[in-house]
């Protein structure tokens, strides 16, 4: 069983040689959410994983590649391999960090296209486990990898709820320090889910995807953005007051 210990804070401030966890889709965007303040924060690490995604071995049909990463974790050392620390979108901030970041591949799409929630439940289980061997042979061979960090894994745009997530993580074998927002901080969705504790969480979209706010499943159709039903249900909330 793995221990996990929540906290406030900020993620990016873990000490150097962490790794930081956050879940992926296997499509090679970071358009939103956490995944678009890892990709501000490390647009290294999101070039090693764009092209992982993006570049099936030859013969193979992208579409299949895609779907052969679901449930498999990426892990991208400080400084990839062939990449000069010294290099123009290399921050000095990500050099000082020296971050390892683990991509795990918990749903296929995103946006509309996101797994049903007991799908992503199932990749973060293997997925994890992968992870789990990867840092251990990294360990093995003597590399400087320190402890494990994430947020609230898949709570945000993926929908899932931290407590099932959670669940899944105590009974792998990865113990990792999980960043929460501090009070007023974070990302609030339906079901009162934080989407994770991380400075400069931007709202961008990727090409083609559109916000509909969070779903229960895929494939259903999508509810209001969340911020929309919040200030509904107070003017129904205040109309109630005034007639009564």
């Known amino acids: 069983m793995a221990t996990i210990t929540e906290?406030?804070?900020?993620?990016?401030?873990?000490?150097?040689?962490?790794?930081?966890?956050?879940?992926?889709?296997?499509?090679?965007?970071?358009?939103s959410g956490v995944?678009?303040?890892?990709?501000k924060q490390y647009p290294q690490a999101y070039h090693v994983y764009n092209k992982h995604?993006?570049?099936?071995?030859?013969?193979?049909?992208?579409?299949?590649?895609q779907i052969s990463l679901v449930g498999t974790a990426l892990l991208i050392p400080p400084f990839?391999?062939?990449?000069?620390?010294?290099?123009?979108?290399?921050?000095?901030?990500?050099?000082?960090?020296?971050?390892?970041?683990?991509c795990l591949f918990t749903s296929?799409?995103?946006?509309?296209?996101?797994?049903?929630?007991?799908?992503i439940i199932q990749n973060t289980r293997t997925a994890m486990e992968e992870l789990a061997v990867q840092v251990e042979a990294l360990k093995g061979k003597g590399?400087?990898?320190?402890?494990?960090?994430?947020?609230?894994?898949?709570?945000?745009r993926f929908g899932v709820r931290w407590e099932e997530t959670k669940k899944v993580l105590e009974r792998g074998r990865v113990d990792m320090v999980v960043v929460r927002p501090g009070d007023g901080d974070g990302?609030?969705?339906?079901?009162?889910?934080?989407?994770?504790?991380?400075?400069?969480?931007g709202r961008h979209l990727e090409k083609g995807e559109k916000n509909f706010g969070h779903r229960k499943n895929a494939g259903t159709r999508p509810l209001a953005p969340v911020h929309a039903g919040v200030a509904k249900r107070k003017k129904r909330q205040a109309n109630k007051e005034e007639v009564s």
């Open 80 to 102: 990839p391999p062939g990449v000069p620390a010294t290099a123009s979108d290399v921050t000095n901030e990500e050099q000082q960090r020296q971050h390892w970041i683990a």
């Open 187 to 201: 990302e609030e969705v339906e079901g009162g889910e934080v989407e994770g504790a991380v400075k400069g969480k």
């Open 35 to 39: 995944a678009l303040a890892f990709k």
């Open 143 to 156: 590399e400087s990898v320190g402890e494990c960090w994430a947020v609230r894994i898949n709570s945000g």
């Open 53 to 65: 995604c993006t570049t099936p071995p030859q013969g193979v049909k992208l579409s299949e590649h």
């Open 108 to 119: 296929l799409g995103y946006g509309r296209a996101v797994s049903a929630p007991e799908v």
């Open 7 to 31: 906290q406030a804070g900020d993620i990016f401030s873990a000490p150097p040689n962490s790794i930081l966890i956050h879940a992926c889709n296997a499509k090679g965007a970071w358009g």
